[in-house]
Antibody, heavy 123, light 108 residues
Framework: EEQLVESGGGLVQPGGSLTLSCAAS????????MNWVRQAPGKGPESLSF????????TYADSVKGRFTISRDNAKNSLYLQMNSLRAEDTAVYYC????????????????WGQGTMVTVSS | DIQMTQSPSSLSASVGDRVTMTCRAS??????LNWYQQKPGKAPNLLIY???GLQSGVPSRFSGSGSGTDFTLTISSLQPEDFATYYC???????????FGPGTKVDI
């Protein structure tokens, strides 16, 4: 069974740091582009960050640019999100999501999601 | 940045009803539009990709249509398990981040 499992969430003070991990199983991580998505309580999802298959291209939403860093270790079938300078507005459930290309890879969507890990930024 | 809006924000329906919800993009995005279903405490689940493509394993009562700026998700006969929140997402500006809409909640 294809699966993504996030870990590393928790309570952190404003200005603090946290690293999230996402373990992939049932498929080869190196074959897919990957993303982090977060969802604040009662809000819609927010696409945060993207990394290509080889880990050479990364993109970020403006809300986290300069503070968050996405990375991957294909040998360990794992994806990471290093979060620095955390703010109260970063409080959310964080998901890793697999990006799949449909119709000859012309159209992309997130076809596999983890269960999410909660990050709470509060003093 | 491409902004996504959805209407209505919520709707009430009964089992067996035909349900339609809309998503609008702030600029033309062709058919680069996906739909997700989310139940409380769970991750979003892909229903429709490329505006009208049905994801594997998704019941055929779900269908999507539209192109450019206006899109529609239709549930032909609402089932008890369909009560959830539905989000649209644009995938026009590749690579991500891809913007999501604010959602339409379907309840009884």
């Amino acid at each position: 069974e294809e699966q993504l499992v996030e870990s590393g969430g928790g309570l952190v003070q404003p200005g603090g740091s946290l690293t999230l991990s996402c373990a992939a199983s049932g498929f080869t991580l190196s074959s897919y582009e990957m993303n982090w998505v977060r969802q604040a309580p009662g809000k819609g999802p927010e696409s945060l960050s993207f990394i290509n298959r080889g880990g050479t291209t990364m993109t970020y939403a403006d809300s986290v640019k300069g503070r968050f860093t996405i990375s991957r270790d294909n040998a360990k079938n794992s994806l990471y999100l290093q979060m620095n300078s955390l703010r109260a507005e970063d409080t959310a459930v964080y998901y890793c999501a697999r990006e799949h290309g449909f119709w000859s890879a012309y159209y992309h969507a997130f076809d596999l999601w983890g269960q999410g890990t909660m990050v709470t930024v509060s003093s | 940045d491409i902004q996504m809006t959805q209407s209505p924000s919520s709707l009430s329906a009964s089992v067996g009803d035909r349900v339609t919800m809309t998503c609008r993009a702030s600029q033309s995005i062709g058919s680069y539009l996906n739909w997700y279903q989310q139940k409380p405490g769970k991750a979003p689940n892909l229903l429709i990709y490329a505006a009208s493509g049905l994801q594997s394993g998704v019941p055929s009562r779900f269908s999507g249509s539209g192109s450019g700026t206006d899109f529609t998700l239709t549930i032909s006969s609402l089932q008890p398990e369909d009560f959830a929140t539905y989000y649209c997402q644009q995938s026009y500006n590749n690579p991500p981040p891809y913007t999501f809409g604010p959602g339409t909640k379907v309840d009884i």
